[in-house]
């Protein structure tokens, strides 16, 4: 397969793995003092106006007029769509949620249920996805999709009900504006093991993952766009300088 040659650096900012950004997540924590929450609200405000610049240009469309149908995973990249549904909620744009179940005899991580109750303070109610017939009626519904499944600490095939959700999300031909990576993407190499989102706008968190970058993942990467999710500057120069 050779080599995977990508840039180092993307608008100005440091081109990292996967693992470089989970030290990044950590570093932030224990030595900046930001709370997992906290990163996670910014996360999901970032991606909501990402949204909402979306809706009004290309689709014209004014959060009063736009639905939205925001698909979530059950870890830390589902708690981010979560935060983005509430977001666009509060700004008027009708949501439909949909969440996969917790694992069995499992249930969701805190950050995840903490988010959950908060939207559904709001009156929004995350459907949880056991079929996907649905979701596929949702979809039809709707005027974009947020793929939130799947982010950078997913590794092998998507299987069971992610992967029905990322092939019923694929069938509606409708925008999907995916969050931090296309889910089935592999973040540090651009590969895909066969089941995949193929979005219309990547809007990744923070720093621009390596696997993004490579040719052969434009088709379903597409537009890459970066959000600015709060980490403190001197990080993303230690960052910088660990590339150098």
Same mark, same amino acid.
């Given at each position: &397969? #050779?080599?995977l040659?990508?840039?180092?650096?993307?608008?100005?900012?440091?081109?990292?793995?996967?693992?470089?950004?989970?030290?990044?997540?950590?570093?932030?924590?224990?030595?900046?003092?930001?709370?997992?929450?906290?990163? &996670?609200?910014?996360?999901?405000?970032?991606?909501?106006?990402?949204?909402?610049?979306?809706?009004? *240009?290309?689709? #014209?469309?004014?959060?009063? =007029?736009?639905?939205?149908?925001?698909?979530?995973?059950?870890?830390?990249?589902?708690?981010?769509?979560?935060?983005?549904?509430?977001? !666009?909620?509060?700004?008027?744009?009708?949501?439909?949620?949909?969440?996969?179940?917790?694992?069995k005899?499992?249930?969701?991580?805190?950050p995840?249920?903490?988010?959950?109750?908060?939207?559904?303070?709001?009156?929004?109610?995350?459907?949880?996805?056991?079929?996907? *017939?649905? !979701?596929?009626?949702?979809?039809?519904?709707? *005027?974009?999709?947020? *793929?939130?499944?799947l982010?950078?600490?997913?590794?092998?095939?998507?299987?069971?009900?992610?992967?029905? &959700?990322i =092939?019923?999300?694929?069938?509606?031909?409708?925008?999907?504006?995916?969050?931090?990576?296309?889910?089935? !993407? =592999?973040?540090?190499?651009?590969?895909?093991?066969?089941?995949?989102?193929?979005a219309?706008?990547?809007?990744?968190?923070?720093?621009?993952?390596?696997?993004? !970058?490579?040719?052969?993942?434009?088709?379903?990467? #597409?537009?890459?766009?970066?959000?600015?999710?709060?980490?403190?500057?001197?990080?993303?120069?230690?960052?910088?300088?660990?590339?150098?």
């Amino acid at each position: &397969m #050779g080599q995977l040659e990508t840039p180092k650096v993307y608008l100005g900012l440091p081109v990292v793995t996967a693992e470089a950004m989970r030290l990044m997540d950590r570093a932030a924590v224990e030595r900046f003092g930001l709370a997992e929450l906290e990163l &996670m609200e910014n996360a999901g405000k970032a991606v909501a106006g990402a949204v909402l610049r979306y809706l009004k *240009d290309p689709l #014209g469309k004014t959060p009063g =007029q736009a639905t939205a149908v925001v698909c979530c995973g059950r870890g830390a990249n589902g708690a981010d769509g979560l935060v983005a549904a509430r977001r !666009l909620r509060e700004a008027g744009v009708k949501v439909l949620v949909f969440i996969c179940p917790p694992r069995k005899e499992s249930s969701y991580p805190g950050p995840v249920t903490a988010n959950l109750e908060r939207l559904q303070a709001l009156g929004v109610v995350a459907w949880r996805v056991e079929t996907a *017939d649905a !979701l596929a009626a949702a979809l039809r519904e709707g *005027d974009i999709v947020i *793929d939130a499944l799947l982010g950078t600490g997913a590794s092998g095939k998507p299987a069971g009900t992610i992967r029905a &959700m990322i =092939q019923a999300m694929n069938r509606s031909k409708k925008p999907i504006l995916a969050v931090d990576v296309p889910s089935g !993407l =592999q973040p540090d190499t651009g590969y895909h093991s066969g089941v995949f989102v193929t979005a219309a706008v990547t809007l990744t968190l923070g720093l621009a993952k390596r696997g993004l !970058l490579a040719s052969h993942a434009k088709k379903y990467v #597409g537009r890459l766009e970066v959000l600015d999710i709060g980490y403190p500057p001197e990080l993303v120069k230690e960052a910088a300088r660990c590339l150098a």
